[in-house]
């Protein structure tokens, strides 16, 4: 019984990747066509990538994505951890709760609710659309997933590291840096990871937010895919699934080293 479970689960993991890599990889091999549809492969090219790094206006509209993405994840980052502390430290059971649902709110509503009531709050702040404006935007809709991710390390934490530390004479800085820092460090680095990546993907909410000639990539996309399928797109889609790939291998690398490095300090402990 357990040999045909453990089979069904294989073969249910196989199937789940291949129907999520399969229209990545026809993407991307299309972009290497000789052709200009999808139609049928015509021979292997890079055509498509020199036109791709020859467009200035979608190199700049690149480097404006990634720039979004990273500072609003840092600074999404920033609050969502010190939103993760007020939570935590929140003395009532009904205000935690509170709290939480409150921050809640912006993963459980549709994006589309999301960017139209960021677009009336803008537009009656004259605000001008453009790039604060989205990048307020990420910031506002990530910071949830980064509380989120932080203050299940917080919970993990046990009241009597800190009280040991109060004990031998640390002060509260000690205690924030030396301790407390470290233990919650891998919800603060997957915090800033899953910010990005959502940065990277939306759309519903950019396209509310955007104006004055500042666009995304997730924008410009879907406007130049309305008008025809063009293999720039594979292309640019290619470098975009690299950059992500780069991505989840530097955070993969980065657990890695804090599992390998927390182990190494349980064996010392063990040992002293």
Do not use: C
Not at 30 to 36: E, L, N, P
Not at 84 to 99: D, E, G, I, S, Y
Not at 257 to 268: A, I, M, Q, T, Y
């Amino acid at each position: 019984m357990q040999s045909k479970a453990s089979k069904f689960g294989k073969f249910y993991l196989i199937f789940i990747f291949l129907l999520l890599y399969i229209p990545i990889a026809y993407l991307i091999i299309y972009s290497f066509s000789k052709g200009t549809t999808m139609a049928n492969f015509h021979g292997f090219t890079l055509k498509h990538y020199q036109d791709l790094f020859a467009d200035k206006r979608m190199l700049a509209i690149f480097l404006n994505t990634i720039l979004i993405a990273l500072l609003s994840s840092l600074i999404s980052t920033i609050i969502g951890t010190i939103g993760a502390f007020a939570v935590h430290n929140a003395r009532k059971r009904h205000t935690k709760q509170t709290l939480l649902s409150l921050n809640s709110i912006l993963l459980v509503s549709p994006d589309v609710i999301i960017g139209a009531s960021f677009l009336i709050f803008f537009t009656s702040l004259s605000v001008p659309l453009g790039f604060w404006s989205v990048l307020l935007s990420h910031i506002a809709f990530e910071i949830p997933i980064v509380l989120l991710m932080v203050l299940p390390r917080l919970n993990e934490m046990s009241p009597s590291l800190i009280n040991a530390a109060l004990d031998l004479g640390a002060t509260p800085s000690q205690i924030l840096s030396q301790i407390i820092i470290p233990y919650i460090q891998p919800g603060i680095i997957a915090g800033f990871f899953m910010a990005i990546t959502y940065s990277l993907d939306d759309f519903a909410v950019t396209f509310f937010v955007t104006g004055n000639g500042f666009t995304t990539l997730s924008v410009e996309i879907y406007s130049r895919a309305r008008q025809g399928i063009d293999l720039e797109i594979n292309a640019l889609s290619g470098i975009m699934f690299i950059f992500s790939l780069i991505l989840v291998l530097v955070y993969y690398f980065i657990e890695s080293h804090n599992v390998s490095k927390g182990r190494k300090k349980n064996r010392l402990e063990a040992v002293e």
